[in-house]
């Protein structure tokens, strides 16, 4: 059974930073892209950031660009996500999401399992 587990998640105030992990299991990790993606109240799931399967190749929503930083260590079955600088329109639920196609990173339905999600919070 595949589970993915996000955790890190809480509350920060505005220019904080936070890092959320994922850690997999049930699945060949290293084989996989890792997505991130949010959703704030009353708005659809966006596309944050993702990383291929090695850890070589990293995509940015640009709302996000330059302050957050996405990766993963295979070893550990465990992504990440480093959010630095963070802003009011910033507070979702993220969830991590993995990809066994490696294309279309952006695509919510591109992704094959998800993980149950974590709140942020940033007060301004």
């Known amino acids: 059974q595949v589970q993915l587990v996000e955790s890190g998640g809480g509350l920060v105030q505005a220019g904080g930073s936070l890092r959320l992990s994922c850690t997999a299991s049930?699945?060949?990790?290293?084989?996989?892209?890792l997505g991130w993606f949010r959703q704030a109240p009353g708005k659809e799931r966006e596309f944050v950031a993702a990383?291929?399967?090695?850890?070589?190749?990293?995509l940015y929503a640009g709302s996000v660009k330059g302050r957050f930083t996405i990766s993963k260590d295979n070893a550990k079955n465990t992504g990440y996500l480093e959010m630095n600088s963070l802003k009011s329109e910033d507070t979702a639920v993220y969830y991590c999401?993995?990809?066994?196609?490696?294309?279309?990173?952006?695509?919510?339905?591109?992704?094959?399992?998800w993980g149950q999600g974590t709140q942020v919070t940033v007060s301004s």
């Open positions: 990383i291929s399967w090695s850890g070589a190749n990293t």
């Open positions: 049930g699945l060949t990790f290293s084989s996989y892209t």
């Open positions: 999401a993995a990809d066994a196609a490696a294309s279309s990173w952006t695509r919510r339905a591109q992704y094959d399992f």
